[in-house]
């Protein structure tokens, strides 16, 4: 993979059951959306990331926000991220 986008995620349980797997930040670069201002869960997944992105709505537990203008102005941010670090 060249990049990932996390969309409301949740802290996995992978990192416990492998840990030797995660003992280094993983290289792929990461944008991780949160629905809260704060969001530690978001904030505890970008810590297994070299690199990694945060962007936030305040919109709770859904991957887009419901507000038409932020909704098109993440999906423009994420189309962005993905050009970044895809482009040869």
């Known amino acids: 993979f060249r990049a990932l986008v996390l969309l409301e995620n ?3 349980a992978w990192p416990k059951q492998m ?3 995660f003992a280094t930040a993983l290289p792929t670069p990461a944008l991780l ?3 809260q201002a704060d969001s530690p869960k978001t904030d505890a997944v ?3 990331y070299a690199s990694a992105e945060h962007a936030r709505h305040a919109d709770g537990h859904r991957p887009l ?3 038409p203008a932020a909704r098109e102005e993440l999906v423009r941010r994420i189309c962005s991220f993905i ?3 895809t482009a040869s």
């Open 33 to 35: 959306v949160g629905g």
């Open 65 to 67: 926000p419901k507000d």
């Open 10 to 12: 949740d802290p996995p």
């Open 46 to 48: 970008g810590r297994f």
């Open 83 to 85: 050009r970044v670090n």
């Open 19 to 21: 840990p030797e797997v």
